[in-house]
């Protein structure tokens, strides 16, 4: 279900636990899943359950109590704009409105040609950087104007 080099970054997330403990590695095995799959089907998470040794509503529990693991298919480009209250004092409602309008989608929603996926996120610990935008759960943007988000989603064209 898995590449063989997937496979070897879930046994190296593995490594990094004592045996017993080895439920501690299932964030990391579930984000090398999700990075090699695009999106994490309950076959997935069952299957990176079994290889990591837990129960598969183990793995189930963590993937849909954190919002970066995808439940179902997203677009190429995964963008969560933050809308907690600091972030929506300095702006991040504008941005977020500003990206429903320009990719004609709202949140939880992708776009017809799947280039772009919108949600809204929790805290990112980056008030002070508002509006503050994700892009696929690794790159973090600051500073999101109006103006910057056009610069990014033609970076990300």
Known sequence: MLSPEALKQIDRELAKY???QARSAIMGALR??????????TELIAFVADYVGIPPVAAYEVATFYN??????VGKHKLTVCTNLPCALSGGVDAADHLKRKLGIGFGETTADGKFTLVEGECMGACGDAPVLLVNNHSMCSFMTNDAIDKKLAELE
């Open 32 to 41: 090398i899943a999700q990075t090699e799959k695009g999106w994490l089907s």
């Open 68 to 73: 970066m693991y995808n439940l179902k298919p």
């Open 18 to 20: 004592p045996a017993d």
